[in-house]
């Protein structure tokens, strides 16, 4: 596994199919990200999060530090990504905040979770603090925050997701699509996938 590492953005495309994965990292088949009017408008929305407001705390879920636009990396998992906010909580704990150019419809969908997931495992091994939770803010919903506890078992289903993304990259690996067939109308990826 030397040499690879899997980032938060990988980690969302294996969500929505793991068969992303192949054919980015394997294939080398690109999905012009640069082009899609969200991916734009989302990195419009964090460049805009990085300026503005920069000393606010959020002092009602116990925020007493921050750091904005974290590079971090973890060799002992094989992962990497830039976070958000890293946020020093009151209680000795720390935790990651992750903006969504995107509306709360009464629930946090799974790639958003695990996407805070891998953001709080970097965390812990690069501050050594324990992270038991992070949030995600809604952009498109009046910028609407959201808990997420965090546990054991999304820390170990992460990393046995980490696992098989690194195995199909290696190995060149032709896993099965997604089973929500609804996914594939929307993707990049059609008129290659059998």
């Known amino acids: 596994m030397e040499g690879i590492f899997v980032t938060a953005s990988e980690l969302l495309e294996y969500l929505f199919c793991p068969r992303f994965i192949y054919f980015m990292n394997c294939l080398c088949i690109s999905q012009h990200e640069d082009r899609r009017y969200k991916v734009q408008i989302g990195r419009e929305v964090h460049t805009q999060r990085e300026t503005a407001n920069v000393d606010y705390l959020r002092k009602k879920i116990g925020c007493v530090g921050k750091e904005l636009g974290a590079w971090l990396s973890s060799p002992r998992y094989n992962i990497k990504g830039i976070v958000d906010e890293v946020l020093t909580l009151d209680d000795d704990t720390m935790a990651p905040l992750d903006y969504k150019f ?93």
Not at 108 to 118: E, G
Not at 131 to 147: D, I, L
């Open 102 to 194: 995107a509306e709360y419809n009464d629930r946090v969908f799974s790639t958003y979770r695990y996407q805070v997931v891998l953001y709080a495992l970097l965390i812990r091994e690069n501050y050594g603090k324990e992270v038991n939770r992070g949030y995600v803010c809604f952009t498109r919903s009046n910028s609407m925050m959201k808990e997420v506890s965090i546990t054991d078992n999304d820390f170990n289903r992460l990393k046995v997701m980490i696992a098989e993304m690194i195995a199909i990259t290696q190995k060149g690996f032709y896993p099965a699509g997604t089973k929500n067939t609804a996914k594939c109308l929307d993707c990049c990826y059609r008129n290659v996938c059998s």
